[in-house]
Protein backbone atom coordinates (compact mmCIF):
# COMPACT_ATOMS: atom_id res chain seq x y z
CA UNK A 1 0.00 0.00 0.00
CA UNK A 2 1.43 3.56 -1.11
CA UNK A 3 -0.17 6.61 0.28
CA UNK A 4 0.16 9.54 -1.77
CA UNK A 5 -0.76 13.33 -0.19
CA UNK A 6 -1.89 16.52 -1.75
CA UNK A 7 -3.22 19.98 -0.66
CA UNK A 8 -5.16 22.55 -2.28
CA UNK A 9 -7.21 26.14 -1.34
CA UNK A 10 -10.06 27.49 -2.68
CA UNK A 11 -10.89 31.41 -2.77
CA UNK A 12 -14.28 31.03 -0.92
CA UNK A 13 -16.32 28.42 1.25
CA UNK A 14 -18.42 27.59 -1.24
CA UNK A 15 -20.36 24.50 -2.95
CA UNK A 16 -19.03 25.01 -6.47
CA UNK A 17 -15.42 26.63 -5.35
CA UNK A 18 -14.63 23.27 -3.19
CA UNK A 19 -15.87 20.64 -6.19
CA UNK A 20 -13.78 22.36 -8.59
CA UNK A 21 -10.80 22.42 -6.04
CA UNK A 22 -11.53 18.43 -5.20
CA UNK A 23 -11.98 17.53 -8.93
CA UNK A 24 -8.95 19.67 -10.10
CA UNK A 25 -6.05 18.34 -7.08
CA UNK A 26 -7.55 14.60 -7.82
CA UNK A 27 -7.32 14.66 -10.92
CA UNK A 28 -3.79 16.38 -11.09
CA UNK A 29 -2.91 13.54 -8.55
CA UNK A 30 -4.09 10.73 -10.99
CA UNK A 31 -2.48 12.22 -14.11
CA UNK A 32 1.18 12.73 -12.13
CA UNK A 33 1.08 9.06 -10.47
CA UNK A 34 -0.70 7.49 -13.64
CA UNK A 35 -2.79 6.06 -11.40
CA UNK A 36 -6.06 4.20 -12.68
CA UNK A 37 -9.59 5.25 -10.50
CA UNK A 38 -9.43 1.09 -9.67
CA UNK A 39 -6.48 1.17 -7.96
CA UNK A 40 -7.26 3.82 -5.10
CA UNK A 41 -8.51 1.71 -2.64
CA UNK A 42 -9.58 4.89 0.05
CA UNK A 43 -9.43 8.67 -0.18
CA UNK A 44 -9.37 10.46 3.45
CA UNK A 45 -9.43 14.29 3.24
CA UNK A 46 -9.19 17.04 5.92
CA UNK A 47 -10.42 20.70 6.08
CA UNK A 48 -9.68 23.36 7.85
CA UNK A 49 -11.95 24.59 10.14
CA UNK A 50 -13.21 27.76 8.22
CA UNK A 51 -14.94 25.34 5.43
CA UNK A 52 -18.48 24.41 6.01
CA UNK A 53 -20.08 24.62 3.07
CA UNK A 54 -19.85 20.75 1.25
CA UNK A 55 -17.62 17.64 2.47
CA UNK A 56 -14.87 17.01 -0.05
CA UNK A 57 -15.46 13.60 0.32
CA UNK A 58 -18.97 14.43 -1.33
CA UNK A 59 -17.05 16.44 -4.19
CA UNK A 60 -14.61 13.72 -4.86
CA UNK A 61 -17.74 11.30 -5.22
CA UNK A 62 -19.35 13.73 -7.86
CA UNK A 63 -15.98 14.08 -10.01
CA UNK A 64 -16.87 9.96 -10.79
CA UNK A 65 -14.79 8.77 -7.72
CA UNK A 66 -16.83 5.72 -7.40
CA UNK A 67 -15.02 2.84 -6.69
CA UNK A 68 -12.99 3.98 -3.15
CA UNK A 69 -14.04 4.51 0.59
CA UNK A 70 -14.04 8.05 1.26
CA UNK A 71 -13.75 9.82 4.57
CA UNK A 72 -13.67 13.89 5.54
CA UNK A 73 -12.70 15.25 8.82
CA UNK A 74 -12.47 19.06 10.13
CA UNK A 75 -8.80 20.09 11.30
CA UNK A 76 -8.61 22.16 14.94
CA UNK A 77 -8.49 25.44 14.70
CA UNK A 78 -4.53 26.33 13.95
CA UNK A 79 -3.26 30.05 15.01
CA UNK A 80 -1.43 30.96 11.68
CA UNK A 81 -2.42 28.14 9.74
CA UNK A 82 -3.38 28.13 5.58
CA UNK A 83 -6.84 28.74 5.50
CA UNK A 84 -9.22 27.44 3.24
CA UNK A 85 -7.32 24.13 2.71
CA UNK A 86 -8.33 20.81 1.75
CA UNK A 87 -5.73 18.22 1.84
CA UNK A 88 -6.23 14.49 0.84
CA UNK A 89 -4.20 11.12 1.13
CA UNK A 90 -4.70 8.26 -1.02
CA UNK A 91 -4.54 4.80 -0.42
CA UNK A 92 -3.50 3.05 -3.30
CA UNK A 93 -2.52 -0.79 -4.28
CA UNK A 94 0.26 -0.21 -6.61
CA UNK A 95 4.21 -0.11 -6.47
CA UNK A 96 5.40 3.63 -7.38
CA UNK A 97 7.06 6.13 -5.92
CA UNK A 98 4.31 8.82 -4.73
CA UNK A 99 4.27 11.84 -6.67
CA UNK A 100 2.37 14.37 -4.38
CA UNK A 101 0.61 17.27 -5.34
CA UNK A 102 0.16 20.77 -3.89
CA UNK A 103 -2.11 23.02 -5.92
CA UNK A 104 -3.16 26.88 -5.53
CA UNK A 105 -2.03 28.81 -1.95
CA UNK A 106 -1.16 24.74 -0.56
CA UNK A 107 1.83 25.23 -2.33
CA UNK A 108 3.71 27.14 0.38
CA UNK A 109 3.21 24.23 2.31
CA UNK A 110 5.42 21.97 0.08
CA UNK A 111 8.15 24.83 -1.44
CA UNK A 112 10.41 21.40 -2.07
CA UNK A 113 7.56 20.40 -4.98
CA UNK A 114 6.49 23.76 -6.06
CA UNK A 115 9.36 25.59 -7.41
CA UNK A 116 8.95 29.19 -9.39
CA UNK A 117 7.60 28.83 -12.95
CA UNK A 118 6.20 31.00 -15.84
CA UNK A 119 4.23 30.87 -18.16
CA UNK A 120 3.94 32.72 -21.63
CA UNK A 121 0.71 33.24 -23.45
CA UNK A 122 0.74 34.51 -26.29
CA UNK A 123 -1.69 35.37 -30.11
CA UNK A 124 -3.41 38.12 -32.18
CA UNK A 125 -5.95 40.66 -30.80
CA UNK A 126 -9.02 38.70 -29.31
CA UNK A 127 -7.70 35.54 -29.55
CA UNK A 128 -8.67 35.11 -25.71
CA UNK A 129 -5.16 35.62 -24.37
CA UNK A 130 -6.04 37.85 -21.19
CA UNK A 131 -9.08 36.75 -20.45
CA UNK A 132 -7.69 33.28 -20.04
CA UNK A 133 -4.07 34.12 -18.58
CA UNK A 134 -6.25 36.01 -15.90
CA UNK A 135 -7.89 32.37 -15.27
CA UNK A 136 -4.92 30.56 -15.31
CA UNK A 137 -3.39 32.77 -13.03
CA UNK A 138 -5.88 32.72 -10.58
CA UNK A 139 -6.43 28.86 -10.63
CA UNK A 140 -2.71 28.34 -10.38
CA UNK A 141 -2.68 31.30 -7.38
CA UNK A 142 0.11 33.38 -9.43
CA UNK A 143 0.34 36.21 -10.29
CA UNK A 144 -0.75 37.38 -13.53
CA UNK A 145 1.37 40.69 -15.43
CA UNK A 146 -0.58 42.15 -17.76
CA UNK A 147 1.93 43.68 -20.14
CA UNK A 148 -0.23 45.12 -23.06
CA UNK A 149 -1.55 47.38 -20.41
CA UNK A 150 2.08 49.03 -20.13
CA UNK A 151 2.41 49.58 -23.62
CA UNK A 152 -1.00 51.08 -23.98
CA UNK A 153 -0.65 53.30 -20.79
CA UNK A 154 2.55 54.71 -22.62
CA UNK A 155 0.77 55.02 -25.70
CA UNK A 156 -2.23 56.77 -23.78
CA UNK A 157 0.31 59.24 -22.54
CA UNK A 158 1.47 59.84 -26.04
CA UNK A 159 -1.64 60.40 -27.57
CA UNK A 160 -2.73 62.87 -24.57
CA UNK A 161 0.44 64.63 -24.76
CA UNK A 162 -0.19 65.23 -28.34
CA UNK A 163 2.74 63.47 -29.56
CA UNK A 164 2.80 60.95 -32.69
CA UNK A 165 3.41 57.13 -31.02
CA UNK A 166 5.30 57.01 -34.12
CA UNK A 167 7.98 60.02 -33.13
CA UNK A 168 10.21 57.50 -31.19
CA UNK A 169 12.41 60.09 -30.10
CA UNK A 170 9.57 61.84 -28.46
CA UNK A 171 8.14 59.03 -26.79
CA UNK A 172 11.24 58.03 -25.55
CA UNK A 173 11.83 61.46 -24.09
CA UNK A 174 8.33 61.55 -22.52
CA UNK A 175 8.84 58.18 -21.45
CA UNK A 176 11.64 59.42 -18.62
CA UNK A 177 8.68 61.15 -17.07
CA UNK A 178 6.14 58.65 -17.20
CA UNK A 179 5.25 56.88 -13.63
CA UNK A 180 3.60 53.64 -14.97
CA UNK A 181 2.13 50.82 -12.02
CA UNK A 182 0.32 47.86 -11.75
CA UNK A 183 -1.42 47.45 -8.63
CA UNK A 184 -3.82 44.52 -7.62
CA UNK A 185 -6.80 46.42 -5.63
CA UNK A 186 -10.10 44.03 -4.02
CA UNK A 187 -8.63 41.01 -6.42
CA UNK A 188 -8.79 43.49 -10.05
CA UNK A 189 -5.49 44.84 -11.73
CA UNK A 190 -5.77 48.23 -12.01
CA UNK A 191 -3.05 50.33 -14.23
CA UNK A 192 -2.36 53.81 -13.03
CA UNK A 193 -0.50 56.27 -15.09
CA UNK A 194 1.15 59.15 -13.29
CA UNK A 195 -1.35 57.53 -10.34
CA UNK A 196 -4.47 58.09 -12.59
CA UNK A 197 -6.30 54.84 -12.86
CA UNK A 198 -6.58 54.15 -16.39
CA UNK A 199 -7.59 50.45 -16.95
CA UNK A 200 -10.39 51.81 -19.01
CA UNK A 201 -9.55 54.57 -20.84
CA UNK A 202 -6.31 52.13 -22.48
CA UNK A 203 -9.08 49.57 -23.97
CA UNK A 204 -10.19 52.14 -26.46
CA UNK A 205 -9.86 51.05 -30.04
CA UNK A 206 -7.30 54.22 -31.08
CA UNK A 207 -5.24 53.61 -27.38
CA UNK A 208 -4.60 49.66 -29.12
CA UNK A 209 -3.24 51.04 -32.40
CA UNK A 210 -1.04 53.66 -30.79
CA UNK A 211 0.30 50.80 -28.37
CA UNK A 212 1.18 48.19 -31.31
CA UNK A 213 3.16 51.09 -33.40
CA UNK A 214 4.87 52.62 -29.82
CA UNK A 215 5.87 48.95 -28.87
CA UNK A 216 7.88 48.92 -32.25
CA UNK A 217 10.46 51.60 -30.77
CA UNK A 218 13.46 49.48 -29.54
CA UNK A 219 14.26 51.63 -26.52
CA UNK A 220 10.87 51.83 -25.31
CA UNK A 221 10.02 47.93 -25.42
CA UNK A 222 13.75 47.00 -23.59
CA UNK A 223 12.59 49.82 -21.07
CA UNK A 224 9.76 47.70 -20.41
CA UNK A 225 11.01 44.38 -21.18
CA UNK A 226 13.65 44.53 -18.64
CA UNK A 227 11.10 45.43 -15.90
CA UNK A 228 9.07 42.43 -16.82
CA UNK A 229 11.91 40.35 -16.47
CA UNK A 230 12.68 41.25 -13.54
CA UNK A 231 9.46 40.43 -12.10
CA UNK A 232 9.26 37.01 -13.56
CA UNK A 233 12.50 36.37 -12.14
CA UNK A 234 11.11 36.79 -8.65
CA UNK A 235 8.09 34.70 -8.44
CA UNK A 236 5.93 32.75 -10.34
CA UNK A 237 3.88 34.48 -12.82
CA UNK A 238 1.24 34.36 -16.32
CA UNK A 239 2.15 36.99 -18.97
CA UNK A 240 0.39 37.11 -21.80
CA UNK A 241 0.94 39.15 -25.41
CA UNK A 242 2.68 39.00 -28.45
CA UNK A 243 6.30 38.42 -27.98
CA UNK A 244 5.92 36.72 -24.63
CA UNK A 245 7.63 33.01 -25.49
CA UNK A 246 9.81 34.00 -28.08
CA UNK A 247 11.75 37.35 -26.33
CA UNK A 248 10.68 38.38 -23.05
CA UNK A 249 10.33 35.33 -21.80
CA UNK A 250 12.12 33.03 -23.89
CA UNK A 251 13.10 30.44 -21.31
CA UNK A 252 9.69 30.22 -19.93
CA UNK A 253 8.60 26.90 -18.28
CA UNK A 254 5.55 26.80 -20.45
CA UNK A 255 4.72 28.04 -23.85
CA UNK A 256 0.95 28.45 -25.29
CA UNK A 257 -0.33 30.43 -28.68
CA UNK A 258 -3.34 30.70 -29.31
CA UNK A 259 -5.31 32.07 -32.05
CA UNK A 260 -8.95 32.45 -34.20
CA UNK A 261 -10.34 33.50 -36.97
CA UNK A 262 -10.58 37.03 -37.54
CA UNK A 263 -14.01 37.58 -37.84
CA UNK A 264 -14.47 35.91 -34.33
CA UNK A 265 -11.77 37.86 -32.50
CA UNK A 266 -13.29 41.00 -33.89
CA UNK A 267 -16.98 39.78 -32.79
CA UNK A 268 -15.54 39.04 -29.08
CA UNK A 269 -14.09 42.26 -29.21
CA UNK A 270 -17.56 43.91 -30.70
CA UNK A 271 -19.73 42.61 -27.58
CA UNK A 272 -16.61 43.50 -24.89
CA UNK A 273 -16.75 47.04 -26.16
CA UNK A 274 -20.86 47.21 -26.66
CA UNK A 275 -21.04 45.84 -23.28
CA UNK A 276 -19.39 48.84 -21.89
CA UNK A 277 -21.63 51.34 -23.71
CA UNK A 278 -19.47 52.27 -26.64
CA UNK A 279 -20.57 52.75 -30.06
CA UNK A 280 -18.28 50.87 -32.04
CA UNK A 281 -19.12 49.67 -36.33
CA UNK A 282 -18.18 46.37 -36.23
CA UNK A 283 -16.27 45.92 -40.04
CA UNK A 284 -14.26 48.93 -38.98
CA UNK A 285 -12.82 47.11 -35.90
CA UNK A 286 -12.39 43.93 -38.16
CA UNK A 287 -10.51 46.22 -40.47
CA UNK A 288 -8.40 47.57 -37.47
CA UNK A 289 -7.60 44.19 -36.08
CA UNK A 290 -6.42 42.81 -39.13
CA UNK A 291 -4.17 45.81 -39.95
CA UNK A 292 -2.88 45.37 -36.80
CA UNK A 293 -1.98 41.64 -37.03
CA UNK A 294 -0.14 42.83 -40.11
CA UNK A 295 1.37 45.47 -38.19
CA UNK A 296 2.85 43.66 -35.17
CA UNK A 297 3.97 40.51 -37.40
CA UNK A 298 5.83 42.46 -39.68
CA UNK A 299 7.39 44.80 -37.09
CA UNK A 300 11.24 44.42 -36.99
CA UNK A 301 11.82 44.03 -33.29
CA UNK A 302 10.35 40.61 -31.78
CA UNK A 303 7.29 40.23 -34.21
CA UNK A 304 4.14 38.31 -33.84
CA UNK A 305 5.20 34.96 -34.05
CA UNK A 306 4.30 31.36 -32.11
CA UNK A 307 7.62 29.98 -30.56
CA UNK A 308 8.87 27.27 -31.96
CA UNK A 309 8.05 25.28 -28.52
CA UNK A 310 4.89 26.83 -27.77
CA UNK A 311 1.77 24.52 -27.77
CA UNK A 312 -0.61 26.35 -30.59
CA UNK A 313 -4.51 26.50 -30.16
CA UNK A 314 -7.45 27.57 -32.25
CA UNK A 315 -9.88 29.15 -29.68
CA UNK A 316 -12.38 29.74 -32.48
CA UNK A 317 -14.90 27.20 -31.48
CA UNK A 318 -13.57 27.54 -27.33
CA UNK A 319 -15.35 29.04 -24.43
CA UNK A 320 -12.68 30.33 -22.09
CA UNK A 321 -13.58 27.39 -20.07
CA UNK A 322 -12.81 24.76 -22.69
CA UNK A 323 -9.33 26.56 -23.26
CA UNK A 324 -8.22 26.86 -19.59
CA UNK A 325 -8.73 23.28 -19.65
CA UNK A 326 -6.57 22.50 -22.42
CA UNK A 327 -3.52 24.60 -21.18
CA UNK A 328 -3.68 22.86 -17.77
CA UNK A 329 -3.12 19.13 -19.70
CA UNK A 330 -0.64 20.55 -21.86
CA UNK A 331 1.12 21.94 -18.36
CA UNK A 332 0.71 18.35 -16.69
CA UNK A 333 1.46 16.56 -19.89
CA UNK A 334 4.68 18.03 -19.89
CA UNK A 335 5.60 18.03 -15.82
Known amino acids: MVVIRGATTISSDTKEEIRKAVKELLEQIESRNALKRDEIVSLVFSSTSDIHSYYP ?21 IEGGLPLCIRVMLFVEKNLTPSHVYLRGAKILRKDL ?3 FNIAIDGPAGSGKST ?7 DLNILYLDTGAMYRACALKALEAGIDPADEASVV ?23 RDVSEEIRKAPVSMA ?18 REIAGRMSCVLDGRDIGTFVLPDADFKFYLTAS ?5 KRRYDEMVAKGEQVDFDELKEAIVNR ?14 ADDAVLIDTS ?6 VVAAIKRAMQEKI
Not at 188 to 193: I, M, P, R, S, V
Not at 262 to 266: E, F, N, Q, T, V
Not at 293 to 306: G, I, N, T, V
Request: hydrophobic share 40%.
Open 262 to 266: PDIRA
Open 114 to 116: AGK
Open 57 to 77: AKAAREAGFMSCSLFSAQEPD
Open 317 to 322: GMSVED
Open 211 to 228: ASTVSKHASVRMHLVEKQ
Open 132 to 138: VAKRIAK
Open 293 to 306: DMQDMSRALAPLKQ
Open 173 to 195: ALMRDVKLDVVYENGLQKTLLDG
